[in-house]
Nanobody, 124 residues
Framework: QVQLVESGGGLVQAGDSLRLSCAASGRTFSSNTMGWFRQAPGKEREFVAAISPGGSRTYAADSVKGRFTISRDNAKNTVYLQMNSLKPEDTAIYYC?????????????????WGQGTQVTVSS
């Protein structure tokens, strides 16, 4: 069982940076692939980025490549999403999720545990 709590969201202007954090409880955090997803108003939830259990491999959606970076600190049971050069279209609720398989996958159905989400709003 993994419980996830996101933080770090807020209201920023276009071009600003923001770092999201996701704190996990449970002894199995370091064996889970961790992912970030987002859901904009009126849209389906979409994949943002994922990181392997040990942190050596990452994968990001084309829409955020070069701007967003996912990382993790297994000693702190925390995964991060550094978001730079934010755009109004990045406005969404951001969720972190855990996939016990250890594989890097972009499909939501593989992620068993989910946080409640944190709101990110980017003004133009």
């Amino acid at each position: 069982q993994v419980q996830l709590v996101e933080s770090g969201g807020g209201l920023v202007q276009a071009g600003d940076s923001l770092r999201l954090s996701c704190a996990a409880s449970g002894r199995t955090f370091s064996s889970n692939t961790m992912g970030w997803f987002r859901q904009a108003p009126g849209k389906e939830r979409e994949f943002v980025a994922a990181i392997s259990p040990g942190g050596s491999r990452t994968y990001a959606a084309d829409s955020v490549k070069g701007r967003f970076t996912i990382s993790r600190d297994n000693a702190k049971n925390t995964v991060y999403l550094q978001m730079n050069s934010l755009k109004p279209e990045d406005t969404a609720i951001y969720y972190c999720a855990a996939d016990p398989s250890g594989m890097i996958r972009a499909y939501q159905r593989y992620y068993r545990y989910w946080g409640q989400g944190t709101q990110v709003t980017v003004s133009s």
